[in-house]
């Protein structure tokens, strides 16, 4: 068959999202100047793929079970969808915030979109998970990034960050994001489905975490420590800071902060500059009161004292506002019933809150309940009360760092697409994929 679509230049750098809503693995080629297909990834039902290219750089989309082809695309950035039936692929202009489809799970119930964060980062979980968890989750997405650039917060949105809560009963491979790891190992003697919890990157830009653990009850593996700060901080630095230097500073830093020996080297905090990240992203926030794997860090002034480089990409990136995770966690870490006690008997749960703009108890307006459409406005959902304007943080967001300017404009230009839908290559899911393995 001779080639009827190749590459034809390198006139401008264009980002497709491969999103793949299908119930079907996709493998995506990009088209060479020969017309010849090379492959660069495969998608897997629930997962994403980010692909940098060209402009008049052709993809093409085959199921990766019968090679059926499904579409090609060539044009300006987009978000490439894949569906079950006819036509196959969607194809928006831009790169869309990611609006999961509502899966039915059998027992567990409807996996679907709880509820959207202010920032724009959705929670999903099936019906089985309790609306604590949601509310808890919804809250701590805001927290975290109330004092975080727009920058930073607009590629979440752009990279379809989304937080997953895996049910008490479930096992995190239950979720579609995860089937494909079902008893594929995780550490020496474990697979994925004994995992709590995992990072989000840009071959899967889902987070998770489980739901005993965000309710802080009965969580008898990780009952001192907040795993949804972790886990969404893997995603703040892999999809928030995505294409920015920051991601090398901070494997700058780590190789610093090793050779000072800052940090015992059996920890884990010290075992790549992922995990550095995460694990000192927990302490910013005061959201873990373990020692072993932080070495010791467990508050942000134990940052800044030890490493005040690492302390300064925190605060680029967080801010240096006044939430502490156990300000509003629904229960204490265990041992740590002291000073949580102390906080509600003084009113500071409601307080900070109320800072965020949020109801003292309820996030109003935040559970948009089955809400599976694609209501996003600006990367909010319409019905959440931002009328009101901005929360009243007691802190001015100020941060200025160079890497802002180098962002892309926030409203991409769309231009009608060519008349023939095609794709990219693809780096290669398979290679996030180990790294996330890595990850708890
Ligand atoms: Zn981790």
Same mark, same amino acid.
Request: one cysteine or more; proline letters at 7%; aromatic letters at 8%.
């Given at each position: 068959?001779?080639?009827?679509?190749?590459?034809?230049?390198?006139?401008?750098?264009?980002?497709?999202?491969?999103?793949?809503?299908?119930?079907?693995?996709?493998?995506?080629?990009?088209?060479?100047?020969?017309?010849?297909?090379?492959?660069?990834?495969?998608?897997?039902?629930?997962?994403?793929?980010?692909?940098?290219?060209?402009?008049?750089?052709?993809?093409?989309?085959?199921?990766?079970?019968?090679?059926?082809?499904?579409?090609?695309?060539?044009?300006?950035?987009?978000?490439?969808?894949?569906?079950?039936?006819?036509?196959?692929?969607?194809?928006?202009?831009?790169?869309?915030?990611?609006?999961?489809?509502?899966?039915?799970?059998?027992?567990?119930?409807?996996?679907?979109?709880?509820?959207?964060?202010?920032?724009?980062?959705?929670?999903?979980?099936?019906?089985?998970?309790?609306?604590?968890?949601?509310?808890?989750?919804?809250?701590?997405?805001?927290?975290?990034?109330?004092?975080?650039?727009?920058?930073?917060?607009?590629?979440?949105? !752009?990279?379809?960050?989304?937080?997953? *809560?895996?049910? @008490? +009963?479930?096992?995190?491979?239950?979720? %579609?994001?995860? =089937?494909? $790891?079902?008893?594929?190992?995780?550490?020496?003697?474990?697979?994925?489905?004994?995992?709590?919890?995992?990072?989000?990157?840009?071959?899967?830009?889902?987070?998770?975490?489980?739901?005993?653990?965000?309710?802080?009850?009965?969580?008898?593996?990780?009952?001192?420590?907040?795993?949804?700060?972790?886990?969404?901080?893997?995603?703040?630095?892999?999809?928030?800071?995505?294409?920015?230097?920051?991601?090398?500073?901070?494997?700058?830093?780590?190789?610093?902060?090793?050779?000072?020996?800052?940090?015992?080297?059996?920890?884990?905090?010290?075992?790549?500059?992922?995990?550095?990240?995460?694990?000192?992203?927990?302490?910013?926030?005061?959201?873990?009161? !373990?020692?072993?794997?932080?070495?010791? *860090?467990?508050? @942000? +002034?134990?940052?800044?004292?030890?490493? %005040?480089?690492? =302390?300064? $990409?925190?605060?680029?990136?967080?801010?240096?506002?006044?939430?502490?995770?156990?300000?509003?966690?629904?229960?204490?870490?265990?041992?740590?019933?002291?000073?949580?006690?102390?906080?509600?008997?003084?009113?500071?749960?409601?307080?900070?809150?109320?800072?965020?703009?949020?109801?003292?108890?309820?996030?109003?307006?935040?559970?948009?309940?089955?809400?599976?459409?694609?209501?996003?406005?600006?990367?909010?959902?319409?019905?959440?009360?931002?009328?009101?304007?901005?929360?009243?943080?007691?802190?001015?967001?100020?941060?200025?760092?160079?890497?802002?300017?180098?962002?892309?404009?926030?409203?991409?230009?769309?231009?009608?697409?060519?008349?023939?839908?095609?794709?990219?290559?693809?780096?290669?899911?398979?290679? @996030?994929?180990?790294?996330?393995?890595?990850?708890?």
């Amino acid at each position: 068959m001779a080639p009827t679509t190749r590459s034809r230049g390198c006139d401008e750098a264009v980002r497709h999202r491969f999103d793949n809503d299908s119930q079907t693995t996709v493998d995506c080629f990009w088209l060479d100047y020969e017309g010849k297909e090379v492959r660069y990834g495969t998608v897997h039902p629930g997962l994403s793929h980010l692909q940098s290219t060209y402009r008049l750089h052709p993809w093409r989309f085959r199921r990766a079970d019968t090679g059926e082809e499904l579409g090609e695309y060539e044009g300006p950035d987009a978000t490439i969808t894949f569906v079950d039936g006819a036509p196959g692929v969607r194809v928006q202009q831009g790169l869309q915030p990611r609006v999961r489809p509502a899966v039915p799970l059998g027992r567990w119930g409807v996996y679907r979109r709880r509820g959207l964060s202010r920032r724009g980062v959705g929670v999903h979980a099936c019906d089985c998970v309790g609306e604590e968890a949601v509310r808890t989750a919804l809250f701590t997405v805001d927290a975290m990034l109330s004092q975080s650039p727009e920058s930073v917060v607009a590629r979440l949105r !752009r990279w379809g960050a989304m937080v997953a *809560l895996i049910g @008490r +009963e479930q096992k995190v491979t239950d979720l %579609p994001e995860y =089937a494909h $790891l079902r008893g594929k190992p995780w550490g020496a003697r474990a697979t994925v489905d004994d995992c709590r919890g995992l990072g989000g990157n840009l071959g899967n830009p889902t987070c998770s975490v489980g739901e005993e653990n965000v309710t802080m009850r009965d969580d008898g593996r990780y009952g001192n420590e907040s795993i949804l700060v972790h886990e969404l901080a893997h995603s703040v630095m892999d999809l928030g800071c995505a294409e920015s230097p920051l991601q090398g500073e901070l494997g700058r830093c780590w190789e610093a902060a090793k050779a000072r020996g800052t940090y015992d080297p059996r920890s884990y905090i010290i075992s790549n500059a992922g995990e550095y990240w995460a694990e000192a992203s927990q302490a910013w926030f005061e959201a873990t009161v !373990r020692t072993d794997v932080t070495s010791g *860090l467990t508050s @942000r +002034e134990d940052v800044q004292r030890a490493d %005040p480089w690492l =302390a300064s $990409l925190l605060t680029r990136v967080y801010g240096d506002g006044p939430w502490r995770y156990w300000h509003t966690s629904p229960a204490a870490f265990s041992g740590d019933g002291e000073r949580w006690g102390r906080a509600r008997a003084q009113g500071w749960d409601a307080a900070a809150r109320r800072s965020l703009g949020w109801g003292a108890d309820a996030p109003e307006g935040a559970l948009a309940g089955s809400d599976d459409r694609n209501d996003e406005v600006g990367g909010v959902a319409q019905g959440i009360p931002l009328a009101a304007g901005p929360p009243a943080f007691s802190h001015t967001p100020a941060f200025t760092h160079t890497e802002h300017q180098s962002d892309p404009p926030p409203n991409v230009v769309y231009r009608p697409p060519q008349p023939r839908p095609s794709f990219d290559p693809i780096s290669s899911v398979m290679t @996030r994929l180990e790294h996330f393995l890595d990850r708890i």
